[in-house]
Antibody
Framework: QVQLVQSGAEVKKPGASVKVSCKAS????????ISWVRQAPGQGLEWMGW????????NYAQKLQGRVTMTTDTSTSTAYMELRSLRSDDTAVYYC????????????WGQGTMVTVSS | QSALTQPASVSGSPGQSITISCTGT?????????VSWYQQHPGKAPKLMIY???NRPSGVSNRFSGSKSGNTASLTISGLQAEDEADYYC????????????FGGGTKLTVL
């Protein structure tokens, strides 16, 4: 079946970097974009950015520009999100989600990866 | 502060109908038919319930419907069931610069 499977939980110190993976299966990876959405504990959803799995084009949320990089590896149907210079307010569950082409809606979600930033 | 405004909570009894509103601006909800709604149970990933204002993905119950008037979108759930108790988030494309998708703050639905 169509699914996105993410890497496991991470604990990082402030100032460090984290890289979360998202492996797709059950569909043609390059036919859809992948967005990353995060959710701080007890808070709402925040869109972080998008990457085209077809050509690698990216679009990042302005507040994360310079700290986030999204990439894909089409040979393994895997998307990656790297966040640098981590702060305590980056503590959140990070989700990857497949974007319905042209609709800005996310129809398949990964299970989420908890990233904890703590000294 | 979220870009889209939702009520913090709504409630209803089994069998009743409820409506959750999502208010934005002409740069997002009012300007484009790219409003989506997500259901999230505790500890789970969000699930797409409505996209493009009123379209239901395959497998989503027809008890869920969406609409829009001006800068406000709405999600209506009819025939409330216990399993509908969850958090609901709206989202919209925005032309206000990045981010290009904005979410509402979420609404906690309680089935009494």
């Amino acid at each position: 079946q169509v699914q996105l499977v993410q890497s496991g939980a991470e604990v990082k110190k402030p100032g460090a970097s984290v890289k979360v993976s998202c492996k797709a299966s059950g569909y043609t990876f390059t036919s859809y974009g992948i967005s990353w959405v995060r959710q701080a504990p007890g808070q709402g959803l925040e869109w972080m950015g998008w990457i085209s799995a077809y050509n690698g084009n990216t679009n990042y949320a302005q507040k994360l520009q310079g700290r986030v990089t999204m990439t894909t590896d089409t040979s393994t149907s895997t998307a990656y999100m790297e966040l640098r210079s981590l702060r305590s307010d980056d503590t959140a569950v990070y989700y990857c989600a497949r974007e319905l082409t042209g609709d800005h809606a996310f129809d398949i979600w990964g299970q989420g990866t908890m990233v904890t930033v703590s000294s | 502060q979220s870009a889209l405004t939702q009520p913090a909570s709504v409630s209803g009894s089994p069998g009743q109908s409820i409506t959750i509103s999502c208010t934005g601006t002409s740069s997002d909800v009012g300007g484009y038919n790219y409003v989506s709604w997500y259901q999230q149970h505790p500890g789970k990933a969000p699930k797409l319930m409505i996209y493009d204002v009123s379209n239901r993905p395959s497998g989503v119950s027809n008890r869920f419907s969406g609409s829009k008037s001006g800068n406000t979108a709405s999600l209506t759930i009819s025939g409330l069931q216990a399993e509908d108790e969850a958090d609901y988030y709206c989202s919209s494309y925005t032309s206000s610069s990045t981010p290009d998708v904005v979410f509402g703050g979420g609404t906690k639905l309680t089935v009494l």
